[in-house]
């Protein structure tokens, strides 16, 4: 080493004025690091990157167009919907096993999208996993059913009996197009329909009490509650839907009203009915 005056080094280290360390790093003015990289002055990169917006992109992805993940999530996102729908409708039945590349063929997939899918009807606790076979729907019973109806009238009721006390009667009323619906849904007698238009009317009600956590877990208890029993796909007939959409008319008239009484009654009956 060198002093101020000239003196050199090992490290072969020069001052700010055209110094140089042993890495073989140069300064702003076209510095260059021992891996090649110069400055955006007239650097030059490591060879395999190119800094022109004229040169062709290497990815086969731009990333200005994630359009393949979209796909993707959008198509597990349908076979889900339809796996759903096949489970309340008794379509897949209790107690059977499904693989994913028939259930694929019979959607017109690949196999891919359907056992993630099933994967999370296995979180849901819909389907169980059997391995190097598919999927096992759970078979249930009726213990299992009455203790979900149990459960939502402990979430539910309150909350219902809360808002019964401080909304108006045009908050409800609001809400009466939801209930018409699954009255609609149930004449006609398809089950996944009614299943839907049942959840979107709970979910109305509750979503008035403005907890998200509330709606979502109770949407969730609601949706488990409508899986078929073991042995008994086609367990709710037609009456016994209509049945249940008239309760949702009558709710929405006694909570209208403020008549806890009836509101509690109607609950009583609308849970263990299911």
Known sequence: ?????????????????????????????????????????GSRGVPAARTSSAAPSSSPFPSASPRPAIQRASVRGQILDALRAALVAGELAPGEVYSAPALGERFGV????????????????????????????????????????EIRGLIEAPVMLRLACTLPADDWEDLRPLAEETARAAAVGCRATYAEADRAFHRAILA?????????????????????????????????????????????????????????ALLREHFVSM
Request: glycine fraction near 16%.
């Open 1 to 41: 080493m060198r002093d101020g005056s000239g003196a050199r080094g090992g490290s072969g280290a020069r001052d700010g004025s055209g110094a140089r360390g042993g890495s073989g790093v140069r300064d702003g003015s076209g510095a260059r690091d021992g891996s090649g990289v110069r400055d955006g002055s």
């Open 110 to 149: 690949s196999a891919t999208p359907v056992r993630e899918a099933m994967q999370q009807l296995a979180v849901e606790g819909a389907v169980e996993v059997v391995p190097n076979r598919g999927f096992r729907v759970v078979e249930r019973g009726a213990r299992e059913l009455a203790e979900l109806a």
């Open 208 to 264: 008035l009490a403005g907890n998200e956590q509330l709606v979502r877990i109770a949407d969730e208890l609601h949706r488990r509650a409508q899986w078929p029993l073991g042995g008994s796909p086609t367990a709710r007939a037609r009456l016994e839907l209509m049945a249940d959409a008239a309760q949702h008319l009558a709710l929405l008239d006694a909570l209208s009203a403020q008549d806890l009484s009836a509101v509690e």
